[in-house]
């Protein structure tokens, strides 16, 4: 088998998409990826991302790679079926610093945090389109929600604690309060816990 026809047996095992770490783990050298782009088999889509000439790959992990953005508020609400609709725009959060080419983005908006609490919740799920993408668990999700209270939509909110509150086998409610104190939200998600429990 030629280093083309590995690559092209990688795309074709990952959905249509090839990282140039995959390349550098295989020991296969960059130059095929060019050859492969210049034949018209694959679209560069950013730095170091490929993908089939046929598709455009996973919009989610072509968004966020290269970067170490974490899908989150409604996006990842969404993704953990605790949205009731897909969101007009891309949540992510950042550690508070980052200055690149997401800011420029106007399919996104940047929530960004403190490096000390950036991994609190992170996790890594398939996104709908299949890649492995990180994004915050439902605890952490909420109560960044109650935290920016004054810009999110009330029913949102409402939906997402009551069907987190529905899914008894994967809920955890101690997470879920150890977090709010983290974020000093823990007030607020008491009196929504009153009411929807």
């Known amino acids: 088998m030629t280093n083309e026809e590995k690559i092209l047996k990688i795309l074709n095992d990952n959905n249509g998409i090839i990282t140039t770490k995959q390349l550098n783990e295989k020991k296969i050298n960059r130059v095929y990826l060019t050859r492969l782009v210049k034949k018209g088999h694959l679209n560069r889509i950013k730095k170091g991302l490929y993908v089939d000439k046929n598709s455009w790959g996973d919009e989610y992990f072509n968004l966020v790679y290269g970067t170490s953005a974490v899908f989150s508020y409604e996006t990842s609400l969404y993704f953990l079926g605790l949205c009731e609709s897909v969101p007009i725009k891309y949540n992510l959060t950042l550690p508070r610093g980052y200055n690149g080419k997401l800011n420029k983005n106007k399919k996104v908006v940047i929530h ?20 492995m993408i990180s994004c ?11 935290k920016d209270k004054k810009n999110q939509d009330i029913e ?23 977090y709010a104190k983290i974020f000093n939200v823990d007030k607020l998600l008491n009196t929504y816990l009153e009411v929807l429990m």
Do not use: H, W
């Open 136 to 146: 915050y668990n439902a605890e952490r999700s909420i109560c960044d929600l109650l």
């Open 112 to 131: 960004f945090v403190k490096k000390d609490n950036f991994n609190i919740g992170k996790i890594m799920i398939k996104s709908p389109q299949g890649q």
């Open 156 to 178: 949102t909110m409402k939906y997402a604690i009551k069907e987190y509150l529905k899914d008894k086998n994967n809920r955890d409610l101690s997470k879920l309060m150890k």
